[in-house]
Protein backbone atom coordinates (compact mmCIF):
# COMPACT_ATOMS: atom_id res chain seq x y z
CA UNK A 1 0.00 0.00 0.00
CA UNK A 2 1.16 3.20 -1.12
CA UNK A 3 1.99 6.16 1.10
CA UNK A 4 -0.57 8.29 -0.19
CA UNK A 5 -3.16 6.07 0.68
CA UNK A 6 -1.95 5.43 4.34
CA UNK A 7 -2.52 9.36 4.59
CA UNK A 8 -6.27 8.83 2.58
CA UNK A 9 -7.46 6.10 5.45
CA UNK A 10 -5.82 8.35 8.28
CA UNK A 11 -8.03 11.75 7.24
CA UNK A 12 -11.22 9.26 6.96
CA UNK A 13 -10.55 8.47 10.37
CA UNK A 14 -9.85 11.90 11.53
CA UNK A 15 -13.13 12.62 9.96
CA UNK A 16 -14.97 10.35 11.81
CA UNK A 17 -13.80 10.87 15.26
CA UNK A 18 -14.20 14.57 14.46
CA UNK A 19 -18.24 13.30 13.81
CA UNK A 20 -18.23 11.73 17.14
CA UNK A 21 -16.76 14.54 19.10
CA UNK A 22 -19.12 16.89 17.27
CA UNK A 23 -22.24 14.64 18.21
CA UNK A 24 -20.96 14.12 21.81
CA UNK A 25 -20.52 17.82 22.32
CA UNK A 26 -23.57 18.96 21.07
CA UNK A 27 -24.86 16.05 23.63
CA UNK A 28 -23.00 17.78 26.30
CA UNK A 29 -24.17 21.40 25.03
CA UNK A 30 -27.97 20.42 25.29
CA UNK A 31 -27.09 18.18 28.91
CA UNK A 32 -25.89 20.55 30.50
CA UNK A 33 -28.45 23.33 29.29
CA UNK A 34 -31.20 21.16 30.51
CA UNK A 35 -29.76 20.78 33.75
CA UNK A 36 -29.05 24.97 34.45
CA UNK A 37 -32.36 25.62 33.16
CA UNK A 38 -34.03 22.77 35.59
CA UNK A 39 -31.45 24.36 38.43
CA UNK A 40 -32.65 27.99 37.37
CA UNK A 41 -36.63 27.40 37.16
CA UNK A 42 -37.09 24.84 39.83
CA UNK A 43 -35.06 26.87 42.62
CA UNK A 44 -36.18 26.53 46.36
CA UNK A 45 -37.82 29.66 46.91
CA UNK A 46 -40.33 29.27 43.89
CA UNK A 47 -41.28 26.08 44.54
CA UNK A 48 -40.96 25.15 48.48
CA UNK A 49 -43.35 22.20 48.53
CA UNK A 50 -42.89 19.01 46.46
CA UNK A 51 -45.36 17.12 45.56
CA UNK A 52 -46.40 13.60 43.99
CA UNK A 53 -47.61 13.30 40.57
CA UNK A 54 -48.53 10.69 38.64
CA UNK A 55 -46.75 9.97 35.44
CA UNK A 56 -47.45 8.92 32.28
CA UNK A 57 -46.04 5.70 31.62
CA UNK A 58 -46.13 4.94 27.95
CA UNK A 59 -45.34 8.46 27.54
CA UNK A 60 -42.39 7.92 29.47
CA UNK A 61 -41.31 4.36 27.23
CA UNK A 62 -41.84 6.06 24.58
CA UNK A 63 -39.12 8.75 25.07
CA UNK A 64 -36.46 6.52 26.47
CA UNK A 65 -37.01 3.95 23.61
CA UNK A 66 -36.67 7.18 20.81
CA UNK A 67 -33.73 8.26 23.03
CA UNK A 68 -32.02 4.76 22.62
CA UNK A 69 -33.17 4.13 18.88
CA UNK A 70 -31.45 7.15 17.91
CA UNK A 71 -28.11 6.72 19.98
CA UNK A 72 -28.18 3.23 18.48
CA UNK A 73 -28.28 4.27 14.92
CA UNK A 74 -25.50 6.44 15.54
CA UNK A 75 -23.53 4.01 17.17
CA UNK A 76 -24.67 1.46 13.87
CA UNK A 77 -23.57 4.25 10.98
CA UNK A 78 -20.07 5.27 12.82
CA UNK A 79 -19.09 1.63 13.01
CA UNK A 80 -20.31 0.72 9.65
CA UNK A 81 -18.25 3.56 8.20
CA UNK A 82 -15.63 2.82 10.12
CA UNK A 83 -15.69 -1.10 8.70
CA UNK A 84 -15.73 -0.28 4.99
CA UNK A 85 -12.58 1.79 5.91
CA UNK A 86 -10.82 -0.87 7.97
CA UNK A 87 -11.84 -3.88 4.65
CA UNK A 88 -14.31 -5.14 6.92
CA UNK A 89 -17.39 -3.61 4.85
CA UNK A 90 -18.80 -4.23 0.97
CA UNK A 91 -16.16 -2.02 -0.38
CA UNK A 92 -13.48 -2.61 1.57
CA UNK A 93 -9.77 -1.66 0.31
CA UNK A 94 -9.17 -4.88 0.23
CA UNK A 95 -11.97 -6.20 -1.56
CA UNK A 96 -11.96 -9.39 1.42
CA UNK A 97 -12.44 -9.56 5.19
CA UNK A 98 -9.36 -9.85 7.16
CA UNK A 99 -7.75 -11.32 9.69
CA UNK A 100 -6.43 -9.94 12.76
CA UNK A 101 -2.84 -9.87 11.64
CA UNK A 102 -3.77 -8.28 8.12
CA UNK A 103 -5.61 -5.72 9.84
CA UNK A 104 -2.33 -4.75 12.28
CA UNK A 105 0.23 -5.68 9.69
CA UNK A 106 -1.72 -3.04 7.38
CA UNK A 107 -2.64 -0.72 9.71
CA UNK A 108 0.79 -0.09 11.32
CA UNK A 109 2.29 2.12 8.11
CA UNK A 110 5.03 1.90 5.86
CA UNK A 111 7.92 2.50 8.11
CA UNK A 112 6.77 1.37 11.53
Not at 9 to 20: M, N, P, Q, T
Not at 33 to 45: C, H
Not at 53 to 70: C, D, E
Request: net charge positive; with cysteine.
Amino acid sequence: MATGEYLNIRGEVDAIFSRIYAIVGIWFVLTYGAILYALIRYRRGRHPQARYTQGNKPVQHGWILALALVVLALDIGIDLRGAELCGFGHTGMMGRPLNLSQFVAARSGPNT
